[in-house]
């Protein structure tokens, strides 16, 4: 499909089938699109702030797209000037936002059951936000040395931090090449077993040079059978998208081809259990 100018490096998505594409260079206009049906949809311009960051999330219970956008405020602005807008409802419009604390949306959060949990930059240090789609208000969650370690690495260069979906909870993900152990790379995965008392679960892993491709490689999502990808972030001669099974401890890289006619480095981005979803929220323009 094709959008309606070039898309920035802000992707929103996918939540239940749909991509949110906050700026669009040139026009900076925002859009949302369904690449099952080819539909996309201009929406109302907020005047951002260079210093904000938007999020999409689903309601499941209302089958509701809300996209909010929130700005830096982890000094001493006010959240109040977050934003909020509901999708698919006749006139859409930006409305106020208000969050109980400071904080600034770091990287990309991930939607579970109408949570939006991401990570949260403060003053202080990082949290965890939880974001209730449906009734629109924040919790925050504590996190141990271990977590907050783990969520500042995803700031770092040699790092990939990424919040998952897996096997239904939220999990907390850190990809990283060993500065101690050349050649070999970590798998750190901690999981939210109990969200009421936030119990956290660790899992750590380590993997051989001989299968893993040294360079810029994230992870990038968990597939429904809950296999960790990782893919390459760069079109590369030798392309490889890499498929961890946490239980059998077993990774295996696969190829894919195409990318060679590249004879510049370009930016991949890699989805994991893409949803279909053939309902769309608004007439395309």
């Not at 500065?179 to 999981?191: D, E, N, T």
């Not at 956290?200 to 968990?222: A, C, M, Q």
């Not at 295996?252 to 991949?268: I, L, S, Y």
Request: aromatic share 12%; proline share 4%; hydrophobic share 35%.
């Amino acid at each position: 499909m094709q959008l309606p100018g070039d898309m920035g490096s802000e992707i929103c998505g996918p939540v239940s089938g749909l991509f949110y594409f906050p700026n669009m260079r040139r026009s900076e206009v925002p859009v949302i699109c369904n690449p099952s049906t080819g539909q996309y949809a201009r929406l109302p311009q907020l005047k951002r702030k260079r210093d904000s960051r938007s999020l999409l999330g689903y309601d499941p219970i209302g089958k509701r797209y809300k996209v909010s956008n929130i700005r830096n405020s982890i000094y001493g602005a006010s959240n109040e000037e977050g934003h909020i807008m509901t999708l698919g409802t006749g006139k859409m419009s930006w409305r106020k936002l208000h969050c109980p604390e400071n904080h600034y949306p770091i990287g990309e959060g991930v939607c579970i059951d109408g949570v939006l949990y991401y990570i949260a930059g403060q003053a202080k240090g990082v949290k965890l936000a939880c974001f209730d789609v449906r009734n629109e208000n924040f919790r925050f969650l504590k996190t141990d040395s271990i977590i907050r370690k783990l969520l500042v690495s995803s700031s770092s260069t040699s790092s990939s931090t990424k919040l998952i979906k897996y096997k239904g909870k939220l999990g907390v993900i850190s990809w990283r090449w060993d500065s101690y152990v050349y050649g070999r790379a970590r798998l750190c995965l901690q999981i939210l077993e109990d969200a009421q008392d936030q119990k956290w679960l660790e899992h750590r892993y380590t993997f051989p040079v001989n299968i893993v491709v040294k360079g810029d490689v994230s992870v990038v999502g968990v597939t429904a059978t809950n296999e960790i990808i990782l893919s390459m972030d760069y079109t590369s001669k030798a392309f490889f998208v890499f498929y961890f099974n946490p239980e059998r401890r077993t990774l295996e890289r696969v190829r894919v081809q195409g990318f060679e006619a590249f004879e510049k480095p370009n930016r991949v981005y890699t989805f994991v259990d893409y949803a279909e979803d053939f309902k769309f929220i608004t007439e395309s323009s």
